[in-house]
C-alpha cells in the first residue's frame, strides 16, 4: 500500500491509542479532585432523571419518558451547552413556540420526532445516530449497566488526537476500549470513568455538560 492511500491509523496505531486512552483516563481520575469525581459519578444517573422530566413533559410516562427524554437529549447535545440543551428538549416536549432552540435544524427535527406521540419507539430510535450520540443515549437511559463510553472534543483534547480524528475507521471503538479497561481497573462503570475523567480535563471554570 503506497503513502497516499494507508490510513492514518493502522493495527499498530490502534492498539496504542488504546493504551494511551487507558493510561490518560487512568491520569484523569488520579488527578480528579473529590468534588470532580462525585460529579463524575453522578453525572449519568442525574441526566437520566432530567430525561424522564423531559419525557413527561411530552405526554410519555414510565419508561418511555425516560427513553424518549434521553434520546431528544442526545440527538440535541452536539456543540450545545447542558443548560441550553435542556432547554431546548423543555420547549420541544411542551410545544414553547416562543423558544428558538440553538441546536442544529435537522437535530430540531430529530427531537420534534422523537418527542411527538406519533412516532412509534422503533421510528423515534430511528432518530439517534453517530457512535458519540449513541452512547451518550446509552448512558443517560441505562447509566447502571450501560458499557458505552462518550468520546467528544474534550475527551480529545485529553487523549491528545484531533477530533475529527474518531470518524476514522477504528479509532472511536479504540478509545472506548481504553476507557472500559480503565474504569474496570479502578473498579468504575465505563461512564463514571469517562464522566470523571471529561470533568477533570474541562476544568472548574466551564460548565459540566457531557456530550
Known sequence: MDQVSRPKYDDKALSELELRA???????????????????????????????IVGEAAGFRGNRARDRGAMAIG??????????????????????????????????????????????????EEMVGGKKVQAFVDNIRFPLH?????????????FEIPGRDI?????????????QVAAHAYHMRPCEAQAIAWVNTRGPEKENVIG
Open 146 to 158: 450501560s458499557q458505552a463510553v462518550v468520546i467528544d472534543t474534550w475527551m480529545c483534547k485529553l
Open 75 to 124: 440527538v440535541l447535545s452536539p456543540r450545545v451547552r447542558w443548560a441550553q440543551n435542556l432547554d431546548d428538549a423543555m420547549a420541544i416536549a411542551t410545544d414553547a413556540f416562543d423558544h428558538e432552540p440553538s441546536a442544529f435544524g435537522t437535530n430540531i427535527q430529530k427531537a420534534s420526532v422523537i418527542l411527538s406521540d406519533f412516532a412509534t419507539d422503533s421510528e423515534a
Open 167 to 179: 470518524e476514522l475507521k477504528g479509532v472511536y471503538e479504540a478509545l472506548a476500549k481504553g476507557v
Open 22 to 52: 487507558t493510561a490518560y483516563t487512568a491520569q484523569a481520575i488520579e488527578r480528579a479532585n473529590p468534588e470532580e469525581i462525585a460529579a463524575g459519578k453522578g453525572w449519568y444517573p442525574v441526566a437520566r432523571q432530567w430525561a424522564q
